[in-house]
């Protein structure tokens, strides 16, 4: 089973700008779709960005258009740059391989295999 590692959150004023990485423990590249999903205090889990293994990439509404979701197979990792934070994308910040039944904007399916992930603030 692939390990992941997220990193590179922080605090971050309103408009400001970040890139997440996320580092896996073997080869990412037969893995279909990856994806970035954030957790806000007292909200579900919900997928926000998705990449395939082609290189199309879907977003949620809330963060199209501001977050870039990219993946280097070669490194076997995939980032995540966000920019024009806002106080909203305030959460923690993960990467998982993304489940069939799962859908962008919506919460994550129930499993036990999440990294650490990386907290986010945005605030001022």
């Known amino acids: 089973q692939v390990q992941l590692v997220e990193s590179g959150g922080g605090l971050v004023q309103p408009g400001g700008s970040l890139r997440l990485s996320c580092a896996a423990s073997?080869?990412?590249?037969?893995?279909?779709?990856m994806g970035w999903y954030r957790q806000a205090p007292g909200k579900q889990r919900e997928l926000v960005a998705g990449?395939?293994?082609?290189?199309?990439?879907v977003y949620a509404e809330s963060v199209e258009g501001r977050f870039t979701i990219s993946r280097d197979n070669a490194k076997n990792t995939v980032y995540l740059q966000m920019n024009s934070l806002k106080s909203e994308d305030t959460a923690v910040y993960y990467c998982?391989?993304?489940?069939?039944?799962?859908?962008?904007?919506?919460?994550?399916?129930?499993?036990?295999?999440w990294g650490q992930g990386t907290q986010v603030t945005v605030s001022s």
């Open positions: 073997g080869s990412i590249s037969s893995i279909y779709a």
């Open positions: 998982n391989h993304v489940l069939p039944q799962e859908e962008i904007g919506r919460a994550a399916m129930p499993r036990q295999d």
């Open positions: 990449i395939r293994s082609g290189g199309s990439t």
